[in-house]
């Protein structure tokens, strides 16, 4: 199985990143995890992204805050799938991080999720390697399933409560 690349800005970013780990390894997904600033080791960024693909990822997840170009610095470098997640800081909510990562020009595509959207990010990551392997699928499928129960296990609750 392929593998997911897992990249922040800062470390500062890990509590964020910690629930799309959490998400890989409840399907059994291997991963890396790697700290490359698109600012501050630009050098590091590029030759991970270049190298991504022959190291045997099959996606990269990308999250940063404030100007947030890490997922695009990222997927300029590599062909591979690239899942930016814009991290909220303390200045515009992750506004200004949220525009950054999504806002890519035509030709350098970034799948982005919510502001602090790991878990997302991770169950995209999981869906793209997914596609080319069945038994990945069929986890999603009965994750689904299971997310689809609990819900409808909670209606009926409501139902029996309020609907007379």
């Known amino acids: 199985m392929k593998k997911i690349g897992i990249v922040m800005g800062s470390d500062s970013d890990l509590p964020v990143l910690e629930k799309a780990m959490t998400t890989l390894d409840k399907f059994g997904v291997p991963y890396e995890v790697h700290v490359y600033s698109a600012h501050r080791t630009p050098v590091e960024a590029?030759?991970?992204?270049?190298?991504?693909?022959?190291?045997?990822?099959?996606?990269?997840?990308?999250?940063?805050?404030?100007?947030?170009?890490?997922?695009?610095?990222?997927?300029?470098?590599?062909?591979?799938?690239?899942?930016?997640?814009?991290?909220k800081s303390s200045t515009?909510?992750?506004?200004?991080?949220?525009?950054?990562?999504?806002?890519m020009p035509g030709g350098i595509p970034v799948a982005t999720v919510a502001i602090d959207?790991?878990?997302?990010?991770?169950?995209?990551?999981?869906?793209?390697?997914?596609?080319?392997?069945?038994?990945?699928?069929?986890?999603?499928?009965?994750?689904?399933?299971?997310?689809?129960?609990?819900?409808?296990?909670?209606?009926k609750a409501v139902e029996a409560k309020y609907n007379h």
Do not use: C, M, W
Not at 47 to 55: D, G, I, L, S, T
Not at 70 to 75: D, F, M, N, P
Not at 92 to 103: C, K, N, P, R, Y
């Open 92 to 103: 515009l909510d992750g506004l200004d991080a949220l525009l950054s990562t999504v806002q």
């Open 46 to 87: 590029k030759e991970f992204a270049q190298q991504a693909r022959a190291n045997g990822f099959g996606a990269i997840i990308a999250a940063a805050g404030k100007a947030a170009h890490l997922a695009g610095a990222i997927a300029a470098n590599t062909t591979l799938p690239v899942i930016g997640i814009p991290v």
């Open 117 to 155: 959207g790991a878990e997302n990010a991770a169950l995209l990551a999981i869906q793209v390697l997914g596609a080319s392997d069945a038994e990945l699928a069929a986890k999603l499928d009965a994750a689904r399933a299971e997310a689809a129960a609990k819900v409808l296990e909670k209606n």
